[in-house]
């Protein structure tokens, strides 16, 4: 999947969990991804993280850290 796609769609779900309180808000962008994108689209996640995923939405990125 193309990486823009990827970024869209990650802060299209920040956005939405925006208006929850921070930790749960983090909690359900997380949990979301994991239960409803498929593995290649996760890696890419993962890979954009990786690279400093400066694109991304700062919940998303408290969602995701870059493993180690």
Do not use: C
Not at 24 to 53: C, N, T, Y
């Amino acid at each position: 999947m193309d990486t823009a796609d990827l970024v869209r769609m990650a802060n299209q779900i920040a956005a939405y969990f925006r208006s929850y309180p921070e930790a749960e808000a983090v909690s359900e962008i997380s949990q979301h991804i994991k239960s409803f994108w498929d593995p290649r689209m996760r890696q890419g996640l993962d890979a954009l993280m990786a690279s400093g995923g400066e694109e991304l939405d700062p919940l998303v990125r408290r969602a995701f850290p870059p493993q180690d």
